[in-house]
Every structure is written in C-alpha cells, then in structure tokens.
C-alpha cells in the first residue's frame, strides 16, 4: 500500500520561506496527480495546490505568487516552495496522491507550518 511522508516544516517569521517535500512509496507515482492540502485549528481542510500527472498546475488564491508546487517522478517526490510566508498560512500541511480513474486517494500524516514573529 501507498506510504506518503511529508517533511520541511517547522517554524518561520513572516516573509520567511520553506519547502515541504513529500516523498512516496508508489512504484506508480508519474500517473497520479499531486496535492498539498492544509488544515488551520478549527477551520476545514483546503486545497493549497495540484500538480498533475501532466505537470499542470492550479492554486488557491490565497498563495497564488507566493508558493510554487513542482514535482520529481524519478525521485516519488513533490514539493511545495512556499515564499512570502504570511500568519495565516500557519497549519497542518498534508500530501494527497489521487487518481480518479481507478478511485485512488492517499494521504500523508501532515507537518506543521507556524508562521510567527
């Protein structure tokens, strides 16, 4: 079964920048398509962004210019560059592997991003 494991945060000023990775253990990977999601204390999880298997890319508003979501199929690996960090990008960031075709949906166990000075 799929493991996916994200790594990369931790604490950070505003303006300040991280990258989250997300390593997975699918001998598939290139054919799903790749999300980082996040969940803030007390609010619904969110599309943060989607990378798919054809490279394409969509992002919420709220990070549009700030993060950039990439992907490397030779190493099972996405990652999220988030720059400008502001307060409110502060929560659980989550990998999510997905393909629709065969009703495939994984998750990582999240690592934490706080934003503070």
Same mark, same amino acid.
């Given at each position: @079964?799929?493991?996916?494991?994200? &790594? ?5 000023? *505003? ?5 989250? &990775? /997300?390593?997975?253990? $699918? %001998?598939?990977? %290139? ?9 803030? *204390?007390? #609010? ?11 490279? &394409? =890319? ?5 990070? #549009?210019?700030?993060?950039?979501? %990439? ?15 502001? *307060?409110?990008? =502060?929560?659980?960031?989550? /990998?999510?592997? #997905?393909? =629709?075709? $065969? ?8 690592? @934490?991003?706080?934003?503070? $000075?």
């Amino acid at each position: @079964q799929v493991q996916l494991v994200e &790594s990369g945060g931790g604490l950070v000023q *505003p303006g300040g920048s991280l990258r989250l &990775s /997300c390593a997975a253990s $699918s %001998s598939i990977f %290139s054919i799903y398509d790749m999300g980082w999601y996040r969940q803030a *204390p007390g #609010k619904h999880r969110e599309l943060v962004a989607i990378i798919t298997r054809y490279f &394409s =890319t969509n992002y919420a508003d709220s990070v #549009k210019g700030r993060f950039t979501i %990439s992907r490397d199929n030779a190493k099972n690996t996405v990652y999220l560059q988030m720059n400008s960090l502001k *307060p409110e990008d =502060t929560a659980v960031y989550y /990998c999510n592997m #997905k393909r =629709t075709i $065969s009703r495939e949906d994984y998750w990582g166990q999240g690592t @934490q991003v706080t934003v503070s $000075s």
